[in-house]
Nanobody, 127 residues
């Protein structure tokens, strides 16, 4: 059974930084496709960043490029999201995602591309 456990959320002021972690257990996929989505109140869950560990490829939403960095420690089966220059609009619940489904890179930010999800960690950015 795959379990994803997020940590690292919290409250920061605008311009601050946070580092999220997602530890995976039972996830043995050789592709190592893991990453982050987020969902703000009243909004759809959106893709933030994904890493395809087996080929060292990353995907980012346009609004996160240059501010967020995703990385992966395969030995620890953990994925990280370093978030810098945080803004109030980054306030959301952040969810870790992983997949063993057939991969379509064009759908990297589609929820249905992922079959495993964590419980989420809250990020709140105040102005």
């Amino acid at each position: 059974q795959v379990q994803l456990v997020e940590s690292g959320g919290g409250s920061v002021q605008a311009g601050g930084s946070l580092r999220l972690s997602c530890a995976a257990s039972g996830y043995t996929s050789s592709s190592k496709i893991m990453g982050w989505f987020r969902q703000a109140p009243g909004k759809e869950r959106e893709g933030v960043a994904i890493i395809y560990g087996a080929v060292s490829k990353t995907y980012y939403a346009d609004s996160m490029k240059g501010r967020f960095t995703i990385s992966q420690d395969n030995a620890k089966n953990t994925v990280y999201l370093q978030m810098n220059s945080l803004q109030p609009e980054d306030t959301a619940m952040y969810y870790c995602a992983a997949t063993t489904l057939p991969w379509l890179s064009s759908r990297w930010n589609h929820r249905r591309q992922y079959n495993y999800w964590g419980q989420g960690t809250q990020v709140t950015v105040s102005s």
